[in-house]
């Protein structure tokens, strides 16, 4: 299953697992980024907001140095809100930490702006402590900027994180490029079906982030996800992993613990029978109102996801 491609709409393949390092351990990134690529990964997901792309470029070369070429890399960072209105420099500045000349993916990070001249480059705050957030913003003028970037070679593909349903009809009422990606919060707990589904229909990849929800979350004690865990003798992690697989989706395992980024390709294929049990524990939550969203952060705007509005 490592090998397993999905096609983008602008005809280029993204594998299907990748390796995450959003709040991974400082100082044990780029042996984390080395040891995927010599494993088995060939997509690696960063962003300027996590602050440590100058490990993942090293993580890279080191790989780069052991033979593996640039083209069988699928890179993949992000524009950060303070930069929302200086895309182009959002992406110099990634590609200088990385020590890369393009990326193959490069995303607008949330749908909002943070004040580009505050008093932090990355977590602007008012005086009064609050994120120093410009609410007259509208998201489209990033996207716009961010078509700007197709054919400079600095990025072959764009896409969106953090998009609900509600953001991307506004942005495709006025886009010239479709976006490639969306990348979401996505698992049983939070399948996110409204916006799925649109980007399916839409020929928009869903990539999912935070599979396995918080760090010993409910997900693990679940009894749907421990049923389809013990039919395929694999732990409950195996078995998040695995779930976007049918659902056509890219998904990011994140870990810098080499037995563990190694556990994490071990993707297995989950059949309609598993499928069915996972649906029906999502059904059961949706209907309940007890969706869990575990990454949401403090910034005062409701993006028009229905599980915050």
Known sequence: MADLDFTLNNGMKMPAIGLGTW???????????AYALKNGYRLIDCAYCYGNEDEVGEGIREALASGIKREDIFVVTKVWATYNTRVELGLEKSLKNLGL?????????????????????KFPKKPDGTRDIIKDFNHVETWKQMEKLVGTGKTKAIGV??????????????????PAVNQIENHPALPQQEIVDLC??????????????STGGPLFKDEHILKVAKKHN????????????????????????????KENLNIIKLDDEDMKLLNEYSNDLAKNGKLQRFVYPPF???FGFPDKS
């Open 23 to 33: 709040q991974s351990e400082k100082g044990k990134v780029k042996e984390a980024v």
């Open 234 to 261: 694999v732990s409950p992690a195996t078995v998040l992993l695995s779930y976007h697989i049918p659902r056509g989706s890219t998904v990011l395992a994140k870990s810098v613990t080499p037995q563990r980024i």
């Open 300 to 302: 005062g705007v409701d």
């Open 161 to 178: 994180c953090n998009y609900s349903k509600k953001y991307l009809e506004e942005l495709l009422r006025e886009a010239t490029i479709i």
């Open 200 to 213: 399916k229909e839409k020929g928009i990849h869903i990539m999912a982030y935070s599979p396995l929800g």
């Open 101 to 121: 000349d393009y990326v193959d993916l490069f995303l607008v990070h949330w749908p909002l702006l943070m004040n580009p001249n505050g008093n932090d480059d």
